[in-house]
Each structure stands twice: as C-alpha cells, then as structure tokens.
C-alpha cells in the first residue's frame, strides 16, 4: 500500500490511499482519520485499508482524484518518536574527519543513534525555513522506517517484523553546529530543525526485491540546484533496520508511528556522488588536498528521489525543497 | 493552577483541575479533554480553568472528589518533545570524573541539552520496569517546565514568556550505557529509559517566591529505601528555564506542551547530599578515595518531593516507584 498525507486544519493531516502508478488518491475517513491513527489501530484498519487499496488500483473507486504531491505535508507531519541512526559507516568515517571528532567506539558494531524532534515534520515541497546561512545548511539524504508497537528489548528479528512502511527522508543539519555537540557528548539538537519527508510511505511489500535484507535495495538521487549530486546506494547500509530498531528499543518501548532513519546513505565507491554536503567536502580535502564546495544559501533547492536499480522511478516520490529565511 | 491526568484507556489521560491544598479535584471535560490539549489551546480555555480553579478552592462546586496521586499518569502521559538540560554545572563537573569524559566546549556558558522519548511517561506511583540491574539503576531528580508555542530563534525573555507550567521530575538513567553514547558524540538513547513525572504541574504562580529568576527556588527532597539521599536546591541552577528553552528553540520550533528539564539538581556544598546515585559515588571517590554506593536493585524504591525553604511540602506531589524487572 502507498499512503500520503494531505495538508490541511489538523496536526496529523488528512491521509489518502495513493494508486500503485502514483497517480490517484481517495480518502478513507470511514477507516482512519490520520496515518498515526492508522498506525496506532494497524491490525484492526490494514485488513479495509488493502481491499480498497486494490480496488484504487483497479480503477473500481468513484471517489478518487488527482494525487498532488504539493498538497502533502510529511506522510507523518508528527510522530511519537524520531530516531536517526549513522548506519552507513562509510559516511560516518567520513565525518569523524569532517568534524575532526575522536573515532567512534564499537561503531562497527554498535549502532549509533540520536534522537530528533518528531513534532514538527516538513512536506516534499514546503518549504524550510532555517536562522541563518553562516549555519552551514546540510542535507542528509536518507532511508527510514515507520515501526507498530515495538516492546522493550526486542530482539532485531522481532524488530524487524514491526516495520510497517518504508519512507525516504531529507534530515536537515546545520553544520557549523554540529562538532560542539558532538563534543558535549549530549548529541544533536540545535544541529538538527525539523526533518523533511517524500511524500509516499510504503509498505514493504511495494518495494518487492527493493526490500531486502532489512535494507532498501535502491540508489538514491540527489541534485542540488538541478546539477547531479549523487545516487549512493541503500544496499550497502552496515546495520539492517531489524537492528536499528532493536537498538532503539534496548530500554523502552516505541510506540506505534516511531520513525527510525538510517543516517545519509553513502558508498565507499567515490563514483555513487554523496548524499550530504558535508561528505562531499570532506573528500574533497582528501583527494584534491582543498574544499571547494560551500553549504546551501537561501533560495537553493534539492531534490530526492529513491529510484529502483534498472532506473524506474521509485515509489516514495520526490523531496524538493527550498531553504529560505526565517520568516 | 495545579493540573493532574488521571490514568484512563486514552493516551492523554483525564484532564483534573487540582484543589491548592492537594485534597480534592475535579474534571473539566467541557473546558479540555487533556492537559496537552489545554496546552494546544491555552489562551482560549486558561481564563475558564482558571475561574473553575477558584471556584474549586473556594468549595463552590459539587462535582469534586478526593484527589489521589496514585490514580495518576504523568501531568503529560505523552508530549511533543522532551528536551532534557545539564544545567547544575556542579553535577556536570562531578559526572565528568565519574563517566571519566573530556570537558564539556564552553560548559560555563552554553547549556548542553539532550531530546528524550517523550511518547511514554511514567506516572509518580508507577512501577518502573527495567531490563536488567547490570545497566546500572539510578534516579535523576529535576524540575522541568511545559511550554506554549516557542518560535524557532526566541530569545531567552522570549522564551521564559512562554513557561506555562512547572514540574517535578525523576529521569531515570542507565549508568553503564551512558559513558559509550556520550562518546559517540550522538548522546544518550539507550541510557534513557521512559521518564517520570510527580503528579501534579503548576502554572508558575502557584510558586510565589520559589518561582524566581526562571529558577524553582526549592530543594528537591530525595530519598533511597526510605532513607535520606540529598535534598540539593533548585536555585543553584547556572542556566534560566529561559536560556534552556532558548537554547532549545535556536534552530526549530517547540510545538505546545514540549517540556524542558534542569538536568540533575546538584549543590556545590557537600552537605545537600545528591539527587542521583552517580554523583554520590565519584563524591565517595573523590573524598573517601573508594566506592561504596552501588546502583540500584529491582525492588528498590525511590522517593522525591520538593519542598519550600520553609519545610512546607511543594505543591507537585511527590514521586514514589519501585524499581521492576521486565514483565
């Protein structure tokens, strides 16, 4: 199934079923008011939620209209809780030489995590008002995961099978304040505004070979400005979403609509491009000895979008934002 | 005006009005179904609570009932966001030595802040299920304040404007999972189980006195198996609730109903004892060159009140839970 959420008066928006093509939408009011609330009451409403499902795609339903991914809002504008891992350890290796921080103990084989505000999520198209551009403006192109009820100690298997839907995330970082964090050992805050989504999540079975191994088997293509930025791969993250949500839930309960991200999506293969700025400035200063590229300003646009390996594109649609002064 | 949530099948729990002598209560259904959606919609419904405050007080209505803690969630069962401060700078320093960490950059003069889960708060009598006593048990005693709508860069005036009401809380923390997600740079995830809250929260007036310079003026009794752990002072905090809210909204909005801790309340004299176990144990290792405290076991219980200066018992009830293995 693909759901999104259309804007309107309420926190949680108004959700929609959206056709397997992308093109059409129905609402179905009479079976979940919210995708949280669909979330929260899975069992009782996926059963209506797939038939009608099907019939949307069989173009059985009188009541569909155009979908307009403009009219979203994140397919979850607010969730219960929003934890961002740095699962791909190509990039985080990268970073620790970015930020010039210590290396990070057992990152090879503990999961690294931070928590984020889930109050506040951001539309594909809204656009992203930020304090200031001596910030260093960031994007973090990445995969996510939108789990049921997850009990305390779960064990990555069991994690794993929680997972209801598959999202594709643009984690905004302000990079100037970062390394101070970091330092402090209290992690991200004012390093991390709200978070922006595609406008599409996906049950996993959507993505057919796409999902696979706990991962999204897919590159993920970025443009910064209109020009390529970079298409690295989901494949090659180094902890399965089955163990980053164990992680998460190694001394508390997730309740149904948590979010658990996998941190930018980023391969060893110079070739794939980066999915962040920061990663590509980095290495930048390792092969050519000196940073070239800047962070974003306002009035710069990027653009995501997940694609399936034989170049489709893929189900989530497309994140393009706007970074723009505060208003 | 004092608020409590009364524990129901709903999430958010039923909203009660609290008389000021703590004996009677009274739901207020017409005016909010919950103190977060009283927060959401504080301007339109205070000036009605606060009239049905006072009419409760002056024993005019006949619909109350006797007032009991144990019935009750946390103030917020679940909230927007939970940003928890480090803002004694006597305890920071003293769990330095004890997790063995770097100094914190400019600990004297930016607040450092973790985001915890806030979609699962324990309430003040609930059994607090953990899942092991290797993790090293211990209780954090803190005050915290809920806040309306914060905009993304209020300054600390601004920020202090928008306080709504005061709570006291115990952050219940793993000791042996903190010292690796500190120096990870990522901050604390696993070291964090669900938080706890005492009873009742109060709209700053309620304090009178103890309600200054963005400070609870008040120590925070605490006590171990029933017997006297510390009772450390509010108004030693080296950060304003202002400057901790600030500092939390520098880069993104807060969305009503978002609470912001003091982090461990800690005194610089010896003699106030400590409202964690981990500052009294680099204390013993630091002034009797041995530890002898260890963490805490399932079945212990722990106990923390504030009061005023002059004895009299605060006015958020008290906090009172046993410690449990998993269920």
Redesign the interface.
């Known amino acids: 199934m693909k759901f999104a959420s259309l804007k309107n008066e309420t926190p949680d928006g108004q959700l929609v079923l959206v056709s397997r093509d992308g093109k059409f939408a129905v609402v179905v009011p009479e079976l979940a008011s919210s995708l949280l609330d669909a979330m929260q009451r899975w069992d009782v409403v996926a059963p209506g939620l797939q038939q009608r499902y099907e019939a949307l795609n069989a173009g059985e339903l009188s009541d569909t209209f155009a979908f307009q991914p403009t009219a979203c809002g994140a397919p979850l504008p607010?969730c219960?809780?929003w934890?961002d891992a740095?699962a791909f350890l190509n990039h985080g290796r990268l970073m620790e030489q970015a930020f010039n921080?210590?290396p990070?103990?057992?990152?090879d084989t503990?999961p690294?995590?931070?928590?984020?505000?889930?109050?506040?999520f951001l539309g594909p198209t809204q656009d992203v008002?930020?304090?200031s551009e001596q910030?260093g403006i960031d994007f973090e192109g990445e995969f996510g995961v939108v789990v049921g009820a997850v009990p305390?100690?779960a064990t990555p298997e069991q994690a794993l099978a929680c997972v209801r839907l598959v999202v594709q995330i643009n984690d905004w970082s302000?990079r100037a304040?970062g390394p101070?964090?970091?330092?402090?050992?209290?992690?991200?805050?004012?390093?991390?505004?709200?978070t922006s989504f595609a406008p599409i999540a996906v049950t996993p079975d959507e993505l057919g070979a796409a999902w696979r191994d706990g991962r999204v088997q897919m590159p993920l293509h970025v443009l910064w400005n209109g020009e390529r930025f970079g298409e690295p791969h989901g494949g090659e993250m180094n902890f399965s979403f089955g163990e980053l949500v164990a992680?998460?839930a190694?001394?508390?309960?997730?309740?149904p609509g948590?979010i658990v991200g996998s941190g930018t999506v980023s391969n060893s293969a110079r070739s794939a491009g980066s999915a962040c700025i920061s990663e590509r400035r980095v290495i930048e200063k390792i092969d050519l000895g000196d940073i070239k590229t800047g962070f974003m300003k306002f009035g710069d646009r990027v653009r995501m979008q997940a694609k399936y390996d034989d170049g489709r594109e893929g189900p989530f649609g497309v994140i393009d934002q706007r970074v723009v002064a505060?208003n």
Do not use: N
């Not at 190694?250 to 309740?255: E, F, G, N, V």
């Open positions: 607010r219960p809780q934890l740095s921080t210590p990070i103990p057992d990152f503990i690294v995590m931070y928590q984020g505000a889930s109050d506040d008002p930020l304090p910030d305390m100690a302000l304040l101070r964090e970091m330092k402090s050992g209290f992690g991200f805050l004012q390093a991390k505004p709200s992680h998460a190694r001394s508390r309960k997730l309740t948590s505060p």
